[in-house]
Every structure is written in structure tokens, then in C-alpha cells.
């Protein structure tokens, strides 16, 4: 086991830069501003930031504009939490977010996000933690006093490579899912919301579908602003609702409990495992491949997904919604969690503390209908979509163990770079 020499965070050339205290007023269009709940799964989220102005970007960077490779640590609400910067793009923090950047003399920048997610790292944070009423926190005057065990630099180049190419790898699977979901979605609203090939057809312009599709399509809409014999129907035609769950009788000894605080825009983030006398009350509902599952509580939150795999059970917090025929996985994926209604069941939940819908109401969302045959030919299109998403998802998440393994072997020395090279291979 190698023998590195401890050092605190400001003996090692890592700053610490404090952000603004204080929120500026959201724009239309402007400047990236992350926040807390834009740090998600040690990355940034960028999509579902918040646009501030000009003037206000200019006084939120004043101290420090974020840059590559620094680090944004959360002092609050889940304090200790990091995420890199892994783009040169211009964005202002939140409150409670600070930065770390290295300069490189002891630490290299490029190892500074695996220093900051290593266990040592936990061990600072649970000592210099301030217990809270409603929230934990990080004091700004502490972190730099966290003392860690600091590799020479060349170890600390061939352990970046090592994680870095993994978590690259989870990067690229990320990135494509987020093309093919977009494909999959615009599809849908071409065939199912806009009906585009249809009003082509009546406006006698070109085809762009190949032949056998293009002519499954009606020629002309009907008084009702749909394609001629189709039916304005709801899910409840192609799905059921909540077809299946355990019983005192029925269950597995242990459950792969998925929770709605784990499910955020289509991913199942991890799975709880629990024993059947263990298992939360509300761990309940099967969970098959193909089903669609949409969280009924603060849906606007995004909490759904698409089931890919065996063996999983949801939470009674999900509508289930269970395709009729296999042929219609993908168009009900895109119906039930298109953004227009997933906006749509945010306006409807009601309640207090934790505003909800009724499973109902999901599978009361509204969509058109058409021929069997074109359902058939959506499914030959976006199905191999959603297959590639769901394939893509489980290699990320291989990976996402083999660097979750080696990232605690590596930062303790118990396992030489050499070996870990042939392990991440």
C-alpha cells in the first residue's frame, strides 16, 4: 500500500472561492445559473438552469468565473457534494456552492474531482460537518483545513487517465441517449401530435418517409383536425394501470426497490435491495420490461422512466402503465412522459406539502390513434430507439461500478495504477 504524504487542501494550493449571497431574478434569455438542484449525479445540469442577465452574471463572477476543471462543492441541503466543471462555457453559482481549484503544484486540476469524491474526502466532511436543525452545512473556513493523503503528481496524471477515460465512456452513453430520446420524441409529435405526413399529403408536397410508411398515412385531415380514421382516444386504449403488485402471498424474498426520489427525467438513478419484511410499506408495485412508470407525486418533478430490465419493483408513488401489446412500448414512453404532459399533470397536482395526482390521471392523457399498421411502423422505428437507451444505461452503469470500485483502491494505493489500467480496460 502506497504511503502519501497528508496534506490540507490549502497546503496543497486548492482555493476556495465563496459565491454570492444572494439569488438574482430569473431572464428569459441570458447566463447559465446552477444552483443545488442543477448538481445531479456528480455532473451539471444544465438543461434545467435558471437564465440570469448580463449585469447580474457580471456581479455573480466577480470573485471567480467557474472554469474547467475546477470543482463545485455544495456547502448545504447535501453538503459535501461535488461536481466538476467539464465545459469552458460561461455560468455563474448559486447560493451555498462554492468552488475548489487547484493550481497545480501539488494537485493537478484534472485530479482534484477524484480527490474530492474519494473516502478520505467523506471522512473530512463528517468531521468538520455543523449539524443543523433543518440542514447540515460546510463552514467556508473549514474546508481548507481538510487534511487528505496527496499522490505524487505523476500518480496523480495516470489515476485522472484511468477514471477519467471510464467516466468519459458513461459521458458518451449519456450524450447519445440524450440524441436518440430526441429522436424518439420528435418522431412522436411528427406522426401523433402535428400530424406531418398527413398534411403533406393534403398539401401534395414530397414524401419523406419511405414508400410503405408514407402510404399507411391518410391523405387529409377530418372535421375534428385529426387524420381521417383516427380516434382522439386516451393511454387507457394501448395501456392498464397498475396491473400487478405483490402480496403477503406473491412476493420475492428480496425486492430491487425503485424509489421516486431516485428516478429523475428517464433514468432510474439506483435501486434500493431489501429483504420482503424489510422492504418499505409502499414497495409494492411490479415493474415488468416495457412498463412506463410516472411518479403521481410532484410530477412535474420529472420522476419517470422506462422500464428496461427484470426484476424491479416500484413504488406506489408511480402510475404503471403496462403496454397492451409489445408494439406499443415506445408511443405510450413518448405519451405519458412528453414535456406537455408532464406540465400537464404539474397544474393538476393539488395538495399541500406533497401536491400529487391520481394514477388516473395519467392514464387519462389524451392521444391519437391511428391504424395498427402505423403503430406497427412507429415501433419498428423508435422501438430500437428505446433499446438502445436501455443497453446504453446498463454499460454505463458497469462502468459507473468498475470506476466506483477502483476509485477507493487507487486513492488508498491499495492497488498500483498498473493493475487498475488492466482492470478499466
Known sequence: MASWEPMSLQQAGVTLIDCVHATPNPVVSGYPYIAIP????????????????????AAWTRKA??????IILSRRTNPGVTAPVRTRADFALGQNLVLLRADGVHVLPEFLRWLTTSPQWWTQIEKFMNVGAIFNSLRCADVPNFVLPIPPLADQRLIAGILSALDEKIEINRQMNETLEASARALFRDWFVDFSPTRAKAECRHAYLSPDVWSLFPDRLGDDGVPEGWAVDTLAAISTLNPEAWSTKSHPDELSYVDLSNTKWGYIERTERYGWTDAPSRARRVLC?????????????GSYAYVGEHGLTGSTG???????????RAVLWCAATSPENVERLAHLADGGAYPAVRPEAVLSTEIVIPQPEILSAFS????????QIEANKIESRTLAATRDTLLPKLMSGEICVRDAEALAA
Not at 380 to 387: H, T
Open 380 to 387: 419498428r422505428s423508435a422501438g430500437p430507439m428505446l433499446e
Open 38 to 57: 442543477q448538481m445531479t449525479a456528480g455532473r451539471i445540469d444544465f438543461d434545467n438552469a435558471r437564465q440570469i442577465s448580463a449585469e447580474d452574471f
Open 65 to 70: 468565473r467557474p472554469r474547467e476543471h475546477d
Open 318 to 328: 408511480f402510475a404503471v402503465l403496462r403496454p397492451r401489446y409489445e408494439r406499443d
Open 289 to 301: 420490461p416495457g412498463d412506463t412508470i410516472v411518479g403521481t407525486v410532484r410530477p412535474g418533478n
